[in-house]
């Protein structure tokens, strides 16, 4: 029996590991879970300029900011992640990237993001050219209701 319950053990952990694992050529996406509460979140999060996040930006990794701004573009990622195009002023200006896992955001919603910052983003527009914006994982996202 003992060696019964020691296979079984082995085979669930086995195939806990393989089922846990990601297939060749794929990534992970990035997680926004977290153990803070929102509350938390909030308190912990800094108001920096956009100018300043966008030339000071490494300075800031790990930093938990917060942005108020209109989506200008969505895009589903992976499973249940999405990129944001969130412009912080008027039109399309001062423009962040916002990894998020929060499918029921349109263009044109109005958000409040609270996000760890990464860095910056490069990508290439619609019009061919090489762009670099500041990049947020939002830990807490929510539509602003005008």
Known sequence: I???????????????????TLLPGT????????????????ASARIVPYDSLWRYSQGYVG???????????????????????????DGYDDIIYVNSDAP?????DIVEVWGRVKGLKQYTSIFGQSEMIPEIDSLYIQQVIV
Do not use: C
């Not at 990534?27 to 909030?42: D, E, L």
């Open 27 to 42: 990534t992970s996406p990035t997680s926004n879970t977290n153990t803070f509460s929102v509350a938390q979140i909030k």
């Open 104 to 108: 029921w955001l349109l263009k044109g």
């Open 2 to 20: 003992a060696v019964y319950i020691v296979t079984m053990i082995v085979i669930l952990l086995i195939v806990g590991g393989i089922g846990s």
């Open 63 to 89: 930093d938990v900011v917060y942005f108020k701004g209109s989506i200008v573009q969505v895009e589903h990622y992976y499973g249940d992640n999405y990129h944001f195009r969130i412009a912080t002023k």
